[in-house]
């Protein structure tokens, strides 16, 4: 993270917002995980969304379920957007990645639940496509998400697009389907099939430019 | 130089009331403060006292009370008129709203005077009898109780609805905070009703609280009989009336003024402000005798003894209070807690702990746990979960009645069991696709069965409510934690299993 907030700033922002709306108390989770320390360090306001009034109540126009949000205000009206998530398991929707990592941006996450959160999943992402998606998947989650304490794998790749699907796309090989044996296939991921037919990427991999850069 | 002497004691109590309040602020995450939060409760000396009777045990937390009941017996009461923060508010709502009422006669208060060891006695007998409603009435616990549950919250109210205007004051992004998460505390109304009286009380007698009632200064009051610290009067006196109209606690009789009640006196200094220049304090060897002191009778302090014991006894038989009553299985009291009785003995009802909880997870009771138990904390997860790595709430408890422990321990304390209501879970009632609790879930205690519902593995679930809080169901939460009684200890987990990329 810190070295994405150093070329945020390379690339000439004014000024980065690192936001995250946690399930547990922001200041625990903030200090736990040292999130706080590293962007302040890397030079960035590290932000948590646990007051209302940061958010802004919004119309999401081309929304098949849910027609109006409370959206984190700075997504809304931020000059870039960058999308920072770490693929995890999930129990209920079998995987966490790009598209569900989006969530935080709403206040009333738990409302999504009753309504219907593949859904509304790939509806959030009708509102803003993120300029980029970064996906952290040099450690994963593979059990026991998304909170853990669960099994690890270390991929060691970071995926980086400004096609969401096709990150998810992407990323949802790293999990076996546990029906099944083999790794996730795209369509499987129903919000990730949602946010293609609402035309949002590309889900076919073989469609897209794969291009492996290695680090070392 | 009395008048430099009277302004240093006003500053001094505006500065204590403000480290009061600055404190309290502090009682929160990340609770690094060098000195302990709860410093007040643990100066305060009658805390002390019924807190070693109700635990018939010392509480080393509590020893730094003893410090002040040695300095009170050698110089006699400092503390009420210099020191304590609720002295101090009721001296300034005296002075700004609730004015003495003139009186044409003084007022005999001889009757009155008596009172306040009358309380102290039942104080005392309740606490032998290991009941502690008396905490109550204790100054530095009532301030505290009512600052956090009557007045914290509003002041986040007013900030929460300030801060969108200055920030849009502010050009550009100048200024993002989130809003603070509202805290609400049940019975506030009551409390703050109750603390309004107790000043309000200024109308009949100045510092009517700190006179007639107050446990604590009663207890510095025995203490100081025999100060070395004393009032002289010369014989340039006038008897012109000013010191006795002028003490705060009526200690100086109004027919002999050159004399003074050196029990009541809160050395507050006040008579210094002398016309002749007739009144000074110095030390002197202390003296036995005092003037129109209270006629405690034997037949009063009986009565008084009689009277806490039967009340103690009265509410020990109440139903919630007894072995076959307690039904309340929403009762779930912080982890650490010590056993229901002995919690209830032990607990001051100062609200540090609903201060300190991060989630506002930490209500006050009001009969939920009977007489005996008025204002103690619960744990409330529809409107806050408990926080898996925080021992807050033990740390800051001025007399141990939820124990202080680690982190580790917490983690495996069992405060209750979360049940659900399946006719009400959306994943059990609908096809839809929820499973919240399970994701909530910081201990691996709900799993989902192969349709994706959950079901609750009761010897993982340590009752910390997240579930419950965050179920989205309206109203009732479709997962409701069940105290268990008492708090049991859970098996820690195995050690991780090493990881198994191929698993």
Redesign the interface.
Known sequence: MMALIKMCYEAGAK?V?VWDHT???Y??TF??SGLKEAGQKAGA?V????????YKQTEIPKAKKLRTAEVLR?VL?SDVFINFPLPKQ????ELTLGMKNLMGILWDM??L??I???QCIADINTLRKPDLVVVDAIRILTT????G?G???DPVEVVASTDIVAVDAYAAAYFKNPKTGKPYRPEEIRFVKYAYDHGLGEIDLSKVRVKKVSAT | MTRALLCLRRSIQALSFCFLLYLILQTAFPLELKIPVDLYLRLDPFIGIISLFTQKEMIWRMLPALGVLVLVILFGNFFCGWFCPMGATIDFFDRVLFREKKRSKPLDDRSLRRLRYGVLIFALTAGLMAFQVIYLLDPISLITRSMVIAFYPPAIFVYNHLLPPIQSLLPGNGLIVSSIPLPLFKVNLFIFLFFVAVLALGVIRKRFWCRYLCPLGTLFSICSRFRILTRFVTDDCTRCQKCVKECPVGAIPGDTPEQYRQQDCVTCLKCLECPPQAVSFHFASPQLKTVEGVNLSRRYVLGSFAFGLASSLVIKTNPLQSESGRTNNRLIRPPGSLPEERFIAACTGCAECLKVCPNNALQSTFLEAGLAGLYTPRLVPRIGYCEEFCNFCGRVCPTEAIQPITLEEKRLIQVGVAHINKTRCIAWDTDKICLVCNEQCSYQAIIGDDKKRPIVKEEKCTGCGICENKCPVDGESAIIVYASGVQKKLKPEPEAEPNNPQG
């Open positions: 000024k917002a399930c547990d108390n200041q625990f200090a736990r306001d932000l948590s969304g646990h007051g209302r009034n940061v700075d009206e999930h129990f209920a929707t738990e409302q639940h009753k219907d959160l593949h026991n998400g998304p909170k304490p099994k690890t794998e």
